[in-house]
């Protein structure tokens, strides 16, 4: 059973950055495609951005040009830089890893979740 741990959650501004971190107990990238989900308050889960297994990056709309995933092979770390941060930016953000990714129309995608995190908080205040 792979396990992820995340760090790098907080409190911040509007305007500012945070650095999410993701580690699997496992050396997986070569077999998994790493993923950042989120869910704020009374709303469903939702796809942040993937990295996939050829190193491909895919955003959801709502984060494009301010956020950025990127993989560190021999740190065995995935990250998500959040910058430009919103109050509806607000949630806990879950790190994922899938063996499949679906490939939607209009370059949106959705990972077939395998292993989760357990889920770090930002909250980003106005």
């Known amino acids: 059973q792979v396990q992820l741990v995340e760090y790098g959650g907080g409190l911040v501004q509007a305007g500012g950055s945070l650095r999410l971190s993701c580690v699997p107990s496992e050396s997986i990238f070569s077999v998994m495609n790493m993923g950042w989900y989120r869910q704020a308050p009374g709303k469903q889960r939702e796809m942040v951005a993937v990295y996939n297994a050829g190193g491909n990056e895919f955003y959801a709309e709502s984060v494009k040009g301010r956020f950025t995933i990127s993989r560190d092979d021999a740190k065995n770390t995935v990250y998500l830089r959040l910058n430009s941060l919103k109050p509806e930016d607000t949630a806990v953000y879950y790190c994922?890893?899938?063996?499949?990714?679906?490939?939607?129309?209009?370059?949106?995608?959705?990972?077939?979740?395998?292993?989760w995190g357990q889920g770090t908080q930002v909250t980003v205040s106005s």
């Open positions: 994922a890893a899938g063996r499949a990714v679906r490939y939607y129309a209009a370059g949106h995608v959705d990972l077939l979740v395998d292993y």
